[in-house]
């Protein structure tokens, strides 16, 4: 629909396992190397686990290809089988015509193929997906299966690959003697901050587009949103992407990523978190960007910092104000909303962010933002701020945290 609005050949963010697309972050890489040794090596029993859109289905139609010709795969989806028709089922995917449907006669024809597949110097491999739905019975019953074999090596190599779950189902007790047959054990975890930019840049090169499709706050908004899950970012994404080209703009701005995540299911954490104040938020955000700065570090970010406070508004912490006033007094605050009801506790104080206009002493701007500047006061804000070295001198541009004191006056008043 926008691709060629935006210049593109294809769609970026399309939410089919598209080997073409795949990102080769460090553990989607360490993942697939493990699967391929696997079962190449002939090493019986492989368990993948990853959350839900981590892309585990996307290693699979990745990998199936890559493998030598001499592995037969039979590549199974449905979990909800019996294990009788789970073993019909992979003897249609390997090729083996078997008319009867007698346990005694698939488990005959399945073992008489995977004998013949020994002969020729060829890998059977089994891979069922979405592995977590299969019955405590039906995992027992593989067990079995997996005891085909020579003096020499395992004749049949079964790959599960399944939500956490799996790994909860395995534990018990009675499966213990499957769980004591994992040879080849990954996990794909959720993408870093760092990954999760080189994902979406690398699926727009992909696409014939760049990363400047997206403004960088629209960006860190929308990636602190979809928290390193590759199907959020794709689902973010295309509808940030959508909302731009009805509004016919060449670039995804932070008011389509916000019009986006309103689009969205709210998810429990997030609602949490809306009651947490800004510095907390932009905490995470540098935790996000595994940055070894510091929290005034990461505010100097002044696209970060417009991020978080867009995350703020989404979030429903109050009206925000980013405003610029004369040279001598600019300000950026965070407004606190009032308590209406009559004995309604009030909010707790919020730090102000403030936007340096042109360049100005700490202690003068200490002295607009509370009325007075001790050397105390001074040296706290200086603790919050630690790129700022020296008290003399403030460049313009630079964007400080002023934290909440006690009795402090407004901006510009007087003590």
């Known amino acids: 629909m926008y691709t060629e609005h935006f210049g593109l050949h294809s769609e970026p963010f399309g939410l089919t396992p598209d080997p073409a697309f795949l990102f080769p972050s460090a553990g989607h890489s360490e993942a697939l190397a493990a699967l391929r040794i696997g079962i190449e090596g002939r090493r019986g029993l492989i368990v993948m686990v990853g959350e839900v859109g981590t892309g585990k289905t996307t290693l699979l139609y990745s990998l199936l290809p890559a493998v030598s010709a001499e592995v037969k795969v039979a590549y199974i989806t449905n979990t909800k089988l019996s294990f009788d028709e789970l073993l019909a089922q992979a003897l249609a995917d390997f090729g083996v015509a078997c008319r009867q449907r007698g346990r005694r006669q698939l488990l005959a024809r399945f073992t008489e193929f995977l004998l013949k597949c020994a002969e020729r110097g060829e890998v059977a491999a089994l891979v069922i997906d979405e592995a977590q739905n299969l019955e405590d019975h039906c995992l027992e019953n593989l067990r079995l299966l997996s005891n085909v074999e020579t003096y020499a090596q395992k004749l049949l190599q079964v790959v599960l690959v399944g939500q956490p779950e799996l790994l909860e189902k395995l534990s018990r007790p009675n499966l213990r003697q499957l769980r004591e047959r994992i040879a080849v054990y990954s996990e794909i975890k959720a993408l870093s901050w760092r990954d999760s930019y080189a994902y979406v840049n690398h699926r727009l090169q992909q696409a014939g587009g760049t990363i400047d499709l997206f403004s ?30 009805g509004r016919d703009q060449k670039r995804v701005t932070l008011s389509q990523v916000i019009t986006a995540l309103r689009s969205r299911p709210r ?51 109050g009206s925000l104000h980013w405003t610029g006033d004369s040279a001598t007094r600019a300000q950026s605050a965070v407004g606190i909303r009032a308590a209406t009801a009559g004995d309604a506790p009030l909010p707790q104080p919020r730090p102000k962010i403030v936007r340096v206009a042109s360049d100005a002493s700490l202690i003068e701007l200490t002295r607009q933002v509370y009325g007075r500047a001790e050397d105390e006061l001074i040296d706290r804000v200086r603790s919050v701020n630690p790129r700022i070295a020296a008290a003399e001198q403030v460049a313009a541009g630079e964007v400080l945290i002023f934290p909440p004191v006690a009795n402090a006056g407004r901006v510009g008043e007087e003590p």
């Open 216 to 245: 960088r706050p629209a960006l860190a908004l929308l990636l602190w949103h979809a928290d390193g899950i590759p199907r959020r970012i794709n689902i973010l994404c295309h509808n940030a992407l959508l909302f731009a080209y």
């Open 267 to 317: 998810r429990v954490r997030f609602h949490k978190r809306a009651r947490r104040q800004v510095p907390e938020v932009v905490q995470a955000v540098s935790e996000r960007l595994r940055s070894p700065e510091s929290l005034g570090a990461v505010v100097q970010r002044p696209g970060l910092l417009l991020a978080v406070l867009a995350l703020a508004s989404v979030l429903g912490w």
